[in-house]
Each structure stands twice: as C-alpha cells, then as structure tokens.
C-alpha cells in the first residue's frame, strides 16, 4: 500500500521559513514526478511546486525565489523549503506523485497545515 505524509508544517511569524517533507512508503519515488499543492480555506487547490524524476523543478510565481522543492529518492522524500514566508502562504501543503513511467498512478498525501501569522 502506497502512502505518502507530509509533515513539516506548523506557526511561523511572517518572515519566517519552514521545510516541508514529504516521506513515500510502499513505492519507490524516483519512478514518480512529485507536486507540491496547497489549498487555503475557501480557496481551490493550486500547485506551488514540481519536481520530476530528473530533478526538473517548476514554481508558481507567487512563491517563486522563496520556496525550492528538491528530491532524495535514496530517502524516499521530497522536501519544499520554504522561506520569507506570507500571510498569504497560510494553507495545508499537500503532497502529489504521479507516476512517470508504465501505468498511470498517483497518490496524494493528507497534508500539513502551515499558518503564517505574527
């Protein structure tokens, strides 16, 4: 059984960093690109942050030069740092692997609730 957690979240003053992990069990995530999404209350889910099997990352303009998604697939784990943080950044953080390779398969995580607040 495949299970992504995430953990990492928590209060922070605005400034502030956070790491978020995303560990996989079940699998191995070197065979999955992984996204990073979040979702505020009444807001739609919206990704952050990708990253794929080669190590490709993408971000959305809002978090872009203050948060850096990265891989160790040794681990299992896929980290969103995340740095100078907002108010406007309060959300649960989701964890999402899509398999890149044979069958379509994807998993999400329960997420981590991060709340930026002074």
């Known amino acids: 059984q495949v299970e992504l957690v995430e953990s990492g979240g928590g209060v922070v003053q605005p400034g502030g960093s956070l790491l978020l992990s995303c560990v996989a069990s079940?699998?191995?995530?070197?065979?999955?690109?992984v996204r990073w999404y979040r979702q505020a209350p009444g807001n739609t889910r919206e990704v952050v942050a990708s990253?794929?099997?080669?190590?490709?990352?993408d971000y959305a303009d809002s978090v872009r030069g203050r948060f850096t998604i990265t891989r160790n697939d040794m681990t299992n784990t896929v980290y969103l740092q995340m740095i100078n943080l907002k108010p406007e950044d309060t959300a649960t953080y989701y964890c999402?692997?899509?398999?890149?390779?044979?069958?379509?398969?994807?998993?999400w995580g329960k997420g981590t609730l991060v709340t930026v607040a002074s």
């Open positions: 990253i794929t099997n080669g190590h490709s990352t």
């Open positions: 079940g699998t191995s995530l070197r065979y999955y690109a």
């Open positions: 999402y692997a899509l398999r890149t390779t044979g069958h379509l398969e994807y998993f």
